[in-house]
């Protein structure tokens, strides 16, 4: 339920060899959440994300994804074309989510109103 404000979501979905496994979503505190999708058995996103119902809660944007994105002249080359912030990694996570290194793959989520479920 919501306080009266419209509050919008980042989230994302992740996949696993191209399977959607689960889902990356911004936390009311500013916080980040990595949650499994409930039919979900394939190989974990990470090794140190282990398959389990219960989502798992990060104060930073999680060092897992994180690693996926790029440095040096390629950060740079991203930021300047698609105009991004150099602290959003989210943005920078969802541009580059079909083209990350390894058996992930990350889509933006249409922005959500906090409350509302997507289907």
């Not at 979501?9 to 979503?25: E, K």
């Not at 959003?88 to 580059?96: A, G, M, S």
């Not at 079909?98 to 989520?109: P, Y």
Request: glycine share 10%.
């Amino acid at each position: 339920m919501t306080d009266g404000k419209t509050r919008m979501l980042r989230r994302a979905a992740i996949f696993q060899h191209g399977i959607l496994a689960g889902h990356l979503q911004a936390e009311k505190d500013g916080g980040w959440a990595i949650e499994y999708v409930e039919e979900y058995t394939g190989t974990p996103i990470s090794l140190t994300l282990p398959l389990r119902k219960e989502p798992y809660i990060f104060q930073e944007f999680p060092s897992v994804l994180d690693g996926l994105l790029p440095e040096g002249e390629q950060l740079e080359a991203l930021l300047k074309k698609q105009k991004i912030d150099r602290n959003d990694c989210f943005t920078q996570l969802v541009t580059l989510g079909q083209d990350l290194v390894g058996s992930l793959s990350v889509s933006r989520i249409k922005d959500s109103t906090q409350g509302t479920k997507e289907g």
